[in-house]
């Protein structure tokens, strides 16, 4: 079995109140399993889980409601959907001043 690591934000620095796309994951024969979203900024974010079958997710899919992260906080979420492509959405309702979000998703090989 193989794992796969890739980040959908890398300290992102957000200091408005817009939505933001992480970077489009391409999944290949993996299964997303778990996300690790490191919220080091100063303010709740809204996380928001989707996938496509088309890289441009132009028929894209929410995974899940959307969940709030606690400023200063590091938590976890599993899923078990496949898609060949997956990305986070994040939105703050209060414009962070200082810190980044970093989201890493951890997928399965179906080998």
């Known amino acids: 079995m193989s794992i ?3 980040n959908t934000f ?3 620095e ?4 817009n939505s933001y796309n992480g970077d ?4 290949d024969d993996f299964v997303v399993k778990t996300i690790i979203i490191e919220n080091i900024l100063n303010q709740i974010v809204t996380l928001q889980c989707q996938g496509s079958a088309e890289l441009d997710f132009s028929n894209s899919f929410n995974i899940g409601d959307s969940f709030d992260v606690a400023a200063n906080t590091t938590i976890y979420k599993n ?3 496949y898609f060949p492509y ?4 994040a939105i703050c309702s209060s ?4 810190g980044d979000l970093t989201v890493k998703t951890y997928g399965l090989s179906h080998m």
């Open 24 to 27: 489009i994951i391409f999944n």
């Open 14 to 17: 957000i200091r408005d109140t």
């Open 4 to 6: 796969n690591i890739q």
């Open 79 to 81: 899923y078990d959907n």
């Open 95 to 98: 414009s962070p001043t200082s």
């Open 86 to 89: 997956y990305r986070v959405t």
């Open 10 to 12: 890398t300290a992102k």
